[in-house]
């Protein structure tokens, strides 16, 4: 009995000592590709993480398999987000929530846009599958919201993809300025709006033309400077 409660106590020191190596391997690969991008070698991920790269590939066999566990938890809030947004009675909010859930997203993790549209060589039909249908479920949303009168007669289904490469870009830029980011989202969505804006926008980033976060010639980035 007393070996058996022994083999019990050792296989669960070594599960749990498994399932704190898969945890910091994953809040590793989130910073390292935040800093990096996804094609950032596996070993930094494993320095990061404290481990040696043995165990990051007993874990995750591949970088997709990394990075798809890195963002499992954004990729499933994105498809909850268009679901929902199908699925609301007015789609016009529903559209607003789908930005406003995919900008907030790319706030906070800045590796997960590239993450998002990479197509990896083992898995390319399924990615191509997966992001046909959200193509043909964003275009039915469009259309509805047109349809209804709140989004604008013009409004293509790329300048929503547009818009979100630009908001990508603003959040590399000023990581830490969430005001910038709810701004510029805020602006984004009056300009699909067919009618004229109603309601006034969040407080301005204190962002002055001094701070803009240029890299100089010689290498290197500027902090921005806020008023």
């Known amino acids: 009995m007393t070996t058996r409660s022994s083999r019990n106590t050792a296989r669960d020191t070594v599960r749990a000592d498994a399932r704190r190596n898969r945890e ?15 094609d950032a070698p596996m070993a930094t991920v ?24 890195a ?14 947004a199908l699925a609301a009675d007015d789609p ?22 590239a993450a998002f549209l990479d197509a990896f060589p083992e898995t390319r039909e399924e990615h191509a ?27 293509h289904q790329s300048d929503l993809v547009v818009a979100l490469v630009a908001h990508c870009g603003l959040v590399a830029a000023l990581p830490d300025d969430p005001r910038a980011s709810r701004r510029l989202v805020a602006y984004l969505l009056q300009s ?15 962002l002055t033309l001094r701070g803009l976060p240029l890299t100089p010639e010689g290498g290197g980035s500027r902090t921005p400077r806020r008023s």
């Not at 990061?48 to 566990?69: D, I, M, N, Q, S």
């Not at 963002?71 to 929902?84: K, N, P, S």
């Not at 016009?92 to 997203?105: D, F, M, S």
């Not at 699909?192 to 204190?206: D, K, N, Q």
């Open 24 to 38: 910091r391997l994953l809040a590793a690969a989130r910073a390292v590709f935040a800093e990096h991008g996804i």
């Open 46 to 69: 494993a320095r990061r993480a404290g481990v040696g790269v043995a165990t990051l590939y007993r874990h995750f066999p591949t970088r997709e398999a990394l990075v798809r566990g």
């Open 71 to 84: 963002f499992a938890r954004q990729m499933e809030t994105c498809g909850r987000a268009l679901g929902d």
């Open 92 to 113: 016009w909010t529903g559209l607003t929530h789908l930005v406003e859930t995919v900008c907030a997203l790319q706030r906070e993790e800045r590796g997960f846009p």
């Open 129 to 155: 599958r997966s992001r046909e249908q959200a193509e043909r479920d964003l275009t039915v949303l469009v259309r509805r919201a047109q349809a209804s009168g709140a989004l604008r007669p013009d409004f």
């Open 192 to 206: 699909f709006r067919a009618a004229p804006p109603t309601a006034p926008l969040p407080p301005p980033s204190g």
